[in-house]
T-cell receptor
Framework: DAGITQSPRYKITETGRQVTLMCHQT?????MFWYRQDLGHGLRLIYY???????DKGEVPDGYVVSRSKTENFPLTLESATRSQTSVYFC????????????FGSGTRLTVV | AQSVTQPDIHITVSEGASLELRCNYS??????LFWYVQSPGQGLQLLLK??????LVQGIKGFEAEFKRSQSSFNLRKPSVHWSDAAEYFC?????????????FGTGTRLQVTL
């Protein structure tokens, strides 16, 4: 089905472990984004990508790594998870035109214990 | 830097009552403004957007928003709220910086609807 898919939907991991959150979109949108949502902070941009092999930092990139070898995939890796990274993570995609807004995935709820 | 402020963290209205959610933006140029809604456990859905032209924008689900440059505001309104409107609402502004146009969100307003 067309759309933007995030996996897993829920994840519990231990402090210090590496964890990867997946994001896949079927529209061939050029732009993809990772946000985290925390109470009192709304959504904050972690990383974004303008095209395959082009990525850039957002507002809160520390502790995260991204890659984009294919247009349709934009995984987010927490290299050594910390409790402060417990959050809900949203992936979004856009065709790049500011006036079209973004389309969001359903989110991944990550708990770091 | 661009930003949006949603001064109300939580609002409660009765079903059938009117609703207004506030949003103030800070941006040097003409902003692109959006309202999104997030139902519990779901992603964000676009309600409406403003780029230019008519300052009253109609969206889905009976929502509208009015852009007021003099007040730097983009408030969301609905004449009669339904219980299914209970959700979190986010105002956002686009800024063209770096290699992409990026959305900056407000902190959200949680709407509770009483029957």
């Amino acid at each position: 089905d067309a759309g933007i898919t995030q996996s897993p939907r829920y994840k519990i991991t231990e402090t210090g472990r590496q964890v990867t959150l997946m994001c896949h979109q079927t529209w061939s949108h050029s732009y993809m984004f990772w946000y985290r949502q925390d109470l009192g902070h709304g959504l904050r941009l972690i990383y974004y990508s303008a095209a395959a092999d082009i990525t850039d930092k957002g507002e809160v990139p520390d502790g995260y790594v991204v890659s984009r070898s294919k247009t349709e995939n934009f995984p987010l890796t927490l290299e050594s998870a910390t409790r402060s990274q417990t959050s809900v993570y949203f992936c979004a995609s856009s065709d790049g035109a500011a006036n079209y807004g973004y389309t969001f995935g359903s989110g991944t709820r990550l708990t770091v214990v | 830097a661009q930003s949006v402020t949603q001064p109300d963290i939580h609002i409660t209205v009765s079903e059938g009552a009117s609703l207004e959610l506030r949003c103030n933006y800070s941006y040097g140029a003409t902003p692109y403004l959006f309202w999104y809604v997030q139902s519990p456990g779901q992603g964000l859905q676009l309600l409406l957007k403003y780029f230019s032209g008519d300052t009253l924008v109609q969206g889905i689900k009976g929502f509208e928003a009015e852009f007021k440059r003099s007040q730097s505001s983009f408030n969301l309104r609905k004449p009669s709220v339904h219980w299914s409107d209970a959700a979190e609402y986010f105002c956002a502004v686009v800024a063209n910086t770096g290699t992409a146009s990026k959305l900056t969100f407000g902190t959200g307003t949680r709407l509770q609807v009483t029957l």
